[in-house]
């Protein structure tokens, strides 16, 4: 019998389009050249760059395509960003608003500029679905506020926050507004001009393009400090020789995404309601994040008493990848920073298991978790000594982590 492979981590990473990596096979071999040189190998290039960079400046709604600036990723976007920008504003003031749920690669570099620089960092707390609010920012933001790092879409969870009325809020301030939206291009609509935002960090990866690749978006007019040096690449904003493959790759990929996301939305989330529904089936669950407003193919289900890590493995054993929160975060032992921010005591944390639905995902796929899944989690509980010491009391009671609100859903 044929093994079977449901991939169920998309938040994590997508598999490259064959279309892209179609279009990718000539930068590697006959259209080789450097597109800063001046001869026809590099000529015949560069203008695949240009192209590229206004591809990616429309499907964003940038004013110009010399606003994006390509590089290595999501994290280094995030990074230059967020350091760029309090090197070139730190004669204005120190001080940064970001939320508690952000990515590593926007939290530890504010932690970063909090230990070498003494900048002042604000976290703001979300609710228990994880939201953070405007009006949070509009509270936070001091006449030393030199910038608002807030995600667009959460990574564990699948929240989309307000950016748009966060970029408001801190356009009528003065405050430069930034947006990791590396988990929202490609899933949900994102316009630059309309949402108000100056920076916005995104990886290829994400939406079916190749790794290693990305683009920071710096809107016109905005001066940000260059974190890599040695070259006059990208306008001088980026050193280094262009990563011909992998950027043409991004803009098919996000072409691609503009003929297909819309359609694929509705399917995606009617697969992520099948899904749920059979898991909250099994006793004691909870479900991670019931905003109105959540990515289409993010499902984050927290199964009570048992861990998440065991849950991973028995899924594996049959074929199936989900993970526990981020891949950045996966050799950690410490429940998700996210869930603990947004309330959730150590005990359900530890049991979370967040199933990022794609392209590819059908409703077999589906059925076929929801059939090995129940043996997999009955096993693991009756291993547990919170499980053996008898019929276990509502975790919320015990902890005094959640509310009467929370998703906990107990079976007799």
Request: net charge negative.
């Amino acid at each position: 019998m044929e093994e079977r492979r449901i991939y169920l981590d998309h938040n994590a990473t997508t598999p490259t389009d064959p279309r892209v990596v179609e279009y990718m096979l000539p930068f590697f071999s006959d259209r080789f050249g450097n597109p800063s040189s001046v001869h026809r190998f590099g000529q015949e290039v560069a203008h695949v760059l240009d192209d590229s960079r206004a591809s990616v400046a429309g499907f964003i709604g940038a004013s110009t395509p010399d606003e994006i600036v390509f590089c290595a990723g999501g994290s280094e976007a995030n990074n230059h960003a967020i350091v760029g920008t309090y090197l070139a504003r730190r004669d204005k003031g120190n001080h940064i608003i970001t939320t508690a749920i952000e990515h590593p690669a926007v939290l530890e570099t504010c932690q970063f500029l909090e230990k070498q620089f003494g900048a002042e960092v604000t976290y703001l707390k979300p609710d228990k679905n994880g939201v953070v609010t405007a009006e949070q920012v509009a509270k936070a933001i001091t006449d030393r506020t030199i910038l608002v790092s807030a995600m667009a879409a959460n990574n564990e969870v699948g929240t989309i926050l307000p950016i748009a009325a966060m970029g408001r809020i801190c356009r009528d301030k003065g405050v430069l507004f930034h947006t990791d939206a590396v988990q929202a291009v490609g899933k949900i609509p994102i316009n630059v001009a309309e949402m108000n935002i100056d920076l916005l960090s995104s990886s290829a990866h994400k939406f079916y393009g190749p790794k290693g690749v990305g683009f920071l978006y710096i809107r016109k007019g905005i001066r940000i400090v260059p974190l890599i040096h040695g070259g006059h690449q990208e306008k001088s904003r980026r050193a280094g020789t262009h990563n011909m493959p992998g950027i043409a790759g991004l803009a098919k990929a996000l072409e691609l995404r503009k003929a297909e996301m819309a359609a694929e939305a509705p399917r995606l989330i009617k697969l992520r309601e099948r899904l749920w529904n059979g898991i909250n089936k099994l006793d004691y669950m909870t479900r991670i994040s019931s905003a109105p407003e959540c990515l289409p193919g993010t499902l984050n289900a927290c199964f009570n008493f048992i861990e998440g890590e065991g849950i991973l493995l028995g899924l594996d054993a049959k074929g199936i990848a989900a993970s526990t929160g981020s891949a950045c975060t996966s050799g950690s032992l410490e429940p998700s920073h996210v869930l603990l921010a947004m309330g959730y005591p150590h005990e359900i944390a530890q049991g979370s298991v967040r199933f990022g639905l794609g392209r590819s995902t059908t409703a077999a796929d589906i059925d076929y978790v929801l059939e090995v899944l129940p043996p997999i989690v009955q096993r693991l509980r009756e291993m547990s000594p919170l499980w053996s010491q008898g019929k276990p009391v509502d975790i919320r009671l015990v902890s005094g982590g959640m509310d009467e609100s929370c998703e906990t859903h107990e079976h007799e």
